[in-house]
């Protein structure tokens, strides 16, 4: 049995990170990609070597062929669009944040439940290599009982991270949610729910300080999580190069471990009294969407589950909400 897809939204994250995985992996087929510039949408059909594009999300939706829709739009459409393709009997691969607020996911969820179709969140981190390293180190005990996690996100206005704030729509707040906090802090809280649980309580502050742009650009946060684990973290978007920081820190009773969440290489330290230091590298392949794209497809035939459903991306935005509400 063979997955068809169909693509809504083709921009720079379809382009490299998600389209490549969905019509190279094993079982997987994209029949048609949807953009609403037809030029653009000709475009990257040719070459992708999608066979047919279209401007009418009506049109791709009423395709009986294809079993399965991925939205790779800005959040704020999101909702809408799962909403559609649920009723038209299509199950659901969206990016994430999977909305721009906690409401909208539960609306989303309600959607695919009543249409009995599933839902899929692009978290693909909980099925990268390194990522994965990360989760066994802390089963296995290697630092003990986990007592608290701290996130470090330090940027200058313009980073490798950071796409131009003049005409990136993740600094607008109704298209995306939020800023960049929603964006890219979205990844790392859903790691770690993927390590620790849900978290329960969850509570911050949020504001504009520099003025650049319309959305927040720095949050800070503390947070609980139902196993007992205490967290924190700070994120700020307007520093200087000099204080640039990526670093998630998990300290247990017989070590620690941090690791960068973003770039490659990932690097994970290790510190225990047993062992001393050590340091395990990661090199990401790409297309980086791979490995979920290939547990998303498999479970749609029946064969496997994937790690990232609607119902744990709407956790994290829960936590987001929580977050920045102030």
Same mark, same amino acid.
């Given at each position: 049995?063979? =997955?068809i897809?169909?693509?809504?939204?083709a921009g720079?994250?379809?382009?490299?990170k998600?389209?490549?995985?969905l019509?190279s992996?094993?079982?997987?087929?994209v029949?048609?990609?949807?953009?609403?510039?037809?030029?653009?949408a000709a475009?990257?059909?040719q070459?992708? %070597?999608?066979?047919n594009?279209?401007?009418d999300i009506?049109?791709?939706?009423?395709?009986?062929?294809?079993?399965a829709i991925y939205i790779?739009?800005?959040?704020?459409?999101?909702?809408?669009i799962?909403?559609?393709?649920?009723k038209?009997g299509k199950?659901v691969?969206?990016?994430k944040?999977?909305?721009?607020s906690y409401?909208?996911?539960?609306?989303?969820?309600d959607?695919?439940?009543?249409a009995n179709?599933?839902?899929?969140v692009a978290y693909?981190?909980r099925t990268l290599?390194?990522f994965?390293?990360v989760?066994?180190?802390?089963?296995s005990?290697?630092i003990g009982?986990?007592?608290y996690?701290?996130?470090e996100?330090?940027q200058?206005?313009q980073?490798?991270?950071?796409a131009?704030?003049d005409?990136n729509?993740r600094?607008n707040p109704?298209?995306a949610?939020g800023?960049?906090?929603h964006d890219?802090?979205?990844?790392?809280?859903?790691?770690?729910?993927?390590?620790?649980?849900p978290?329960?309580?969850?509570k911050?502050i949020?504001?504009?300080q520099?003025g650049?742009?319309a959305a927040?650009?720095?949050?800070t946060?503390?947070f609980?999580?139902?196993s007992?684990?205490?967290?924190?973290?700070s994120?700020?978007?307007?520093?200087?190069?000099i204080s640039e920081?990526d670093s998630?820190?998990?300290v247990?009773s017989?070590?620690?471990l941090?690791?960068?969440t973003?770039?490659?290489?990932?690097i =994970?330290?290790? %510190?225990?009294?047993?062992?001393?230091?050590?340091?395990?590298s990661?090199?990401?392949?790409?297309p980086i969407? %791979?490995n979920?794209?290939?547990?998303?497809v498999?479970?749609?035939?029946?064969?496997?589950k994937s790690?990232?459903t609607?119902i744990s991306?709407?956790?994290?935005n829960?936590?987001m909400?929580?977050?920045?509400k102030?």
């Open positions: 049995m063979k =997955i897809w169909g693509i809504i939204g720079d994250v379809c382009e490299i998600s389209a490549p995985a019509y992996t094993s079982f997987s087929e029949k048609t990609v949807m953009r609403r510039n037809a030029e653009k475009d990257f059909a070459r992708h %070597k999608i066979p594009w279209t401007t009506a049109e791709l939706l009423s395709d009986n062929e294809i079993d790779a739009t800005p959040p704020a459409s999101h909702a809408e799962t909403i559609k393709a649920a038209a199950a691969y969206v990016e944040p999977m909305a721009n409401k909208e996911c539960l609306t989303m969820i959607a695919c439940q009543q179709v599933p839902l899929f693909y981190r290599e390194g994965v390293k989760k066994e180190l802390i089963e005990g290697t009982e986990v007592r996690v701290n996130i996100m330090i200058p206005l980073s490798e991270l950071i131009n704030s005409t729509w600094v109704e298209i949610g800023g960049y906090f890219l802090a979205s990844h790392q809280l859903d790691f770690l729910d993927f390590l620790f649980g978290i329960t309580t969850a911050g949020s504001m504009n520099a650049v742009y927040d650009d720095i949050v946060a503390t609980k999580f139902e007992g684990v205490l967290g924190s973290g994120w700020c978007f307007t520093s200087n190069a920081n998630t820190k998990i247990g017989k070590g620690e941090s690791f960068n973003f770039g490659n290489p990932m =994970i330290h290790l %510190k225990t009294a047993k062992y001393g230091d050590e340091e395990f990661f090199q990401h392949s790409q969407q %791979k979920l794209i290939k547990l998303i498999d479970e749609l035939r029946g064969i496997n790690p990232s609607g991306a709407a956790r994290t829960k936590v909400d929580e977050i920045t102030s």
